[in-house]
């Protein structure tokens, strides 16, 4: 049960600390709307990728079937949806961000934002699937589904744990930004977004049209 958590929790770790798009997202997020609207973004993406992780321990054939036979279409769906994240980050004024109330409303618009962002893009899957390769695990066999539950509360806590601590990092340099800086962290944060879903999307198009 205990190295099952643990290696969970690795994997967990391995899946999240990539800076792909979503952590570009979670760092904008906390300097210009503070810790908690980042951790709610990071907190997204771990349940997205304990999903996936759940897919690739459990081996759901049918779903597994169906992202490896739509790869390419759900890349290029994936790769649209980060664009649109990276366009709207791009035309957000910081300033109206950091006057609003962190409410739970917006919180949870955050958390929505990151969720969706992490689901429509299963190269996650396939990270976790060589991660679970990496520290040796594998599909639960004879029914026991127990040590297989254990691994994605690992999973869960690796990503938890490593949002927590980047955005707690990041908070902490918060208040040394002007405003200025903000609007321009905030300009490179939507371009590198978008940028990454163009060269997602792209690969998927060439996939499809190979």
Known sequence: MLIALIKGFIVGLGASIPLGPLGVLCVQKTISKGRNSGFFTGLGASVSDTFYAGIALLSFAFVDNFIAAHRSLIMIIGGIVIVLIGLKVYLTNPIKQIRQKNT????????????????????AMFLILGLFAVVGLRSPSGGDEV??????WGVFLGTVTWWFFLTTTINRFRKRFRLRQLMFIN???GVAIATLGIVSAFDGIIKLIL
């Open 104 to 123: 739970n409303k917006k919180h949870l618009e955050d958390f929505i934002e990151a969720l969706v962002m992490t689901i429509s893009n299963p190269g």
């Open 147 to 152: 040590p297989a539950i254990t691994t994605l």
């Open 187 to 189: 300009r490179i944060a």
